[in-house]
């Protein structure tokens, strides 16, 4: 587990990443926190929080909440088992110990310089309500797998309707180490103008992308530095958007997976998946501030009918 106190990131965000998992009956298990709905759980656990787990429960729908310095998206399938409902496996694989193109302080620098002046397409927020607190979380399910390049390459195309038609930068979300369990082995692959590729150029750039560091370091005053940087700049830091599929997992005692990622980034949009009994449930997660659930749902929906062109 990845010491918090070392965690650098964008301070503005909570760093929460949900896995909700439908069961065949209410969970027996201790929970932090229940609610009447699932909506209300999921907002309640995404808001910022420095304990490692959260559990929570709403009918059948238990709900783990991790911070991201504790572990990844797959490690949210390894808290799933250690609650006594696994297995709990996917198919990722993990891009092991691909090299990063810079160290720390390149990427921390590189990453500050490009939303300084050349800051990636943002999207026209829908239906704003300024006042609100936490994110807003949307999904649809579509039948069978997706490719995660399949995934990508829908979501950049249709993110151009509002109002991202040029440098779209996309985040990828991997981990090196699929069998980790319980940590936080994530990675990012960082593609840049995705609105030109074809599935075909997605698939090759996810193969040679180098694996950005995660906002990590040991150095205090570096730290306390690149975070104040990062305050500074992050409505213009980051990614256009966030994705990050948990592969197809199997997992029979389950009924229903969806995953959300966390907000990151200027625009604060990002695209979740796991494939699961034949289906794929796909997510949209935005900062409530910004968006409100029927401006995100136009945006999933029109990632669904790019899905359906595929």
Not at 224 to 242: E, N
Not at 274 to 296: E, K, Q, S
């Amino acid at each position: 587990m990845t010491d918090q106190a070392r965690w650098v990131a964008d301070p503005t965000i909570g760093w929460r990443i949900l896995l909700t998992a439908t069961l065949p009956e209410p969970a027996p298990v201790d929970a932090d926190l229940t609610a009447a709905t699932t909506d209300e759980l999921r907002h309640d656990l995404a808001l910022p929080d420095r304990r490692p787990i959260l559990i929570g429960v709403a009918g059948s729908d238990l709900v783990v909440s991790a911070h991201h310095s504790a572990a990844d998206g797959l490690g949210l399938l390894a808290v799933l088992e250690r609650l006594g409902f696994g297995p709990a496996t996917s198919s990722a694989r993990g891009v092991g110990d691909r090299p990063a193109a810079h160290g720390y302080l390149g990427t921390v620098t590189r990453r500050l310089a490009e939303a300084a002046f050349h800051p990636p397409a943002s999207l026209t927020p829908r239906s704003a309500v300024p006042a609100a607190i936490g994110d807003v979380m949307v999904e649809i399910e579509v039948a069978g797998s997706i490719r995660t390049a399949v995934l990508v390459h829908a979501a950049a195309h249709a993110l151009a309707a509002h109002g991202a038609d040029r440098h779209v930068a996309v985040a990828v979300g991997v981990t090196r180490d699929p069998a980790a369990g319980v940590d936080d082995r994530s990675a990012l692959l960082r593609l840049r103008d995705v609105e030109r590729m074809d599935p075909t150029d997605i698939e090759r750039a996810l193969r040679e992308a180098p694996a950005e560091r995660p906002p990590v370091s040991r150095s205090g005053p570096l730290d306390r530095a690149a975070a104040g940087a990062m305050r500074l700049l992050s409505r213009r830091l980051g990614s256009t958007l966030l994705v990050s599929h948990l592969g197809e997992v199997t997992a029979p005692h389950v009924d229903r997976l969806a995953f959300h990622p966390v907000t990151a980034g200027g625009t604060g949009i990002s695209l979740g998946a796991v494939g699961h009994g034949g289906r794929t449930v796909v997510t949209l997660r935005a900062r409530a501030a910004d968006w409100d659930a029927d401006g995100l749902e136009q945006v999933l929906e029109a990632v669904r009918g790019r899905l359906s062109e595929s």
